[in-house]
């Protein structure tokens, strides 16, 4: 029965990607659609690889809800171990200076057979969440992530971040926390069953490179407290 639910959600999540892009002239419906690079896929505490990757997504917005997909994938010819698709749903709720967004998301490793669900093979990583978030300038955030129909089943993610403007920068501090019976989604052979996997540090602003294209840059600073790992990652979106 779990075999055929995930089957089920994956391909209803995948029916509803195809949707044409010639039917977003309805009114309240759009169509995003856009690439990031960056310098290193720092992923919970986690270097997803050692090369730099190219990222790029698609999604279709009505209202409140988004359905999007997504994907990483290495620029060199060291990571064929990973390569990551990301499909998720959501839905935003305005609740006066609080936005909350629970979303159902799945995680799949493009290297594996898409298909396979068995418990025991399968890269599948389904994930629920809310994630609350303020409003402004200065606004803090708080995401509850919960993994399940997968071998990392049980996984609880839990980030808190807090959001602020700095000249011509955003900024936003945060920290992350992971706990897991088992092995854990993202896990660095973490002997514990509660681990501080990041504290770091984002800055962004737009390069503005003539009257009609600009640029925005991010940039991350990231420590693993757990595994005593620095990060930084560069980033350009398009």
């Known amino acids: 029965m779990k ?21 977003a002239t309805a009114q309240d419906l759009s ?13 919970r505490g986690a ?3 050692n090369s730099p990757n190219v990222q790029a997504m698609v999604g279709i917005n009505s209202g409140g809800f988004s359905l999007y997909g997504w994907g990483s994938h290495s620029l060199g010819q060291d990571d064929n171990a990973y390569k990551e698709v990301k499909f998720w749903a959501n839905y935003t709720l305005d609740l006066g200076e609080f936005n ?7 995680h799949f490793n493009a290297y594996t057979d898409l298909f396979d669900f068995d418990e025991n093979t399968t890269t599948h990583v389904f994930q629920a969440s809310a994630k609350l978030a ?7 955030d708080l995401m509850i992530g ?28 945060f920290v992350s926390t992971q706990y897991s019976d088992g092995p854990g989604f993202v896990d660095l052979g ?15 602003r737009t390069l503005q ?7 925005p840059l991010g940039i991350s600073l990231i420590v693993n407290p757990k595994t005593e790992r620095i990060f930084t990652a560069a980033s350009f979106s398009f």
Do not use: C
């Open 100 to 106: 909350l967004t629970p979303q159902i998301e799945n």
């Open 146 to 173: 919960y993994a399940f129909g997968s071998p990392v089943e049980g996984t609880i993610y839990a980030e808190a971040g807090y959001a602020f403007a700095s000249g011509d920068y955003g900024m936003r501090a």
């Open 190 to 204: 973490y002997n514990s069953k509660f681990v501080v996997n990041q504290i770091g540090v984002s800055a962004s």
């Open 31 to 43: 169509v995003d659609a856009g690439m990031t690079l960056t310098s290193r896929f720092i992923y």
């Open 47 to 49: 270097e997803l690889g």
């Open 3 to 23: 075999k055929k639910l995930l089957t089920a959600t994956s391909l209803l999540m995948l029916g509803m990607l195809a949707i044409p892009t010639h039917t």
């Open 134 to 140: 303020g409003k402004g300038e200065a606004a803090p």
């Open 209 to 215: 490179i003539s009257d009609s294209f600009s640029l």
